[in-house]
């Protein structure tokens, strides 16, 4: 099974401040794309942001940016400005070229004010 | 609006009763998939099909069968179930173009096997 690596227990941030979520994943194609899904309490799975691995530029989308860096295999979301909305869990996923896309365990978000 | 539709939000079910979970969606896409999330394993993928008749197991396929006979609609089938297959299920799909299109997801059905 295609692996991916989200350790980091679940976390508290304070209002307005930034988060990092760490990614790992484990590929030797050259092709795959990276995805970041928040889940709030009401259980839907909420599309952020996505990385293709020819990307030269590190995407961004509003609050969210994704630090990745290729060599190490790494896809961190951060999440700029927290805000109370922003408590949900945060699934990373990706895709090979055999078009599964797998998931990570996730993190657990909690903004407090 | 894009949409994917999962046909039951919540669902209870005896021990060894035939279970069919329906997945529509509306946007033509190509690829669809069956999830499984459970608390601290995240989503697992059971089956995905990337076109009509076509199906490919996941990594956890054991107790299930899909079928997909129309492109908008995607089954999952517990021929038998049993008390570890509750469960929350998660449907998605996806266009088949390229490694960047992302998934859509339904509203999830919480399934209680007793």
């Known amino acids: 099974a295609q692996k991916i690596t989200q350790t980091q227990p679940g976390m508290f941030v304070q209002e307005k401040e930034a988060v990092t979520l760490d990614c790992t994943y484990d590929?030797?194609?050259?092709?795959?794309?990276l995805f970041w899904y928040k889940q709030p309490s009401s259980g839907e799975m909420i599309f952020l942001i996505h990385q293709g691995s020819y990307d030269q530029q590190n995407a961004t989308e509003g609050r969210y940016s994704l630090n990745f860096q290729k060599a190490r295999k790494s896809a961190n979301l951060v999440i700029s400005a927290s805000q109370l909305g922003d408590s949900a869990m945060y699934f990373c996923a990706a895709r090979y070229g055999n078009n599964r896309l797998a998931f990570g365990k996730g993190n657990q978000v909690v903004v407090i004010p | 609006d894009v949409k994917v539709t999962q046909s039951s939000r919540y669902l209870v079910k005896r021990t060894g009763e035939k279970v069919f979970l329906e997945c529509v969606q509306d946007?033509?896409?190509?690829?669809m998939f069956w999830y499984r999330q459970d608390p601290g394993l995240g989503l697992r993928l059971i089956y995905f099909s990337y076109d009509v008749k076509m199906k490919e197991k996941g990594d956890i396929p054991e107790g299930y069968s899909v079928s997909r006979e129309k492109k908008e609609r995607f089954s999952l089938i517990l021929e038998s179930a049993s008390t570890n297959q509750t469960s929350m299920y998660l449907c998605?799909?996806?266009?088949?173009?390229?490694?960047?299109?992302?998934?859509?997801f339904g509203q999830g059905t919480r399934l209680t096997v007793v």
């Open positions: 946007m033509d896409h190509e690829n």
């Open positions: 998605a799909s996806s266009h088949h173009r390229g490694l960047n299109t992302e998934a859509f």
């Open positions: 590929t030797s194609d050259p092709s795959y794309g």
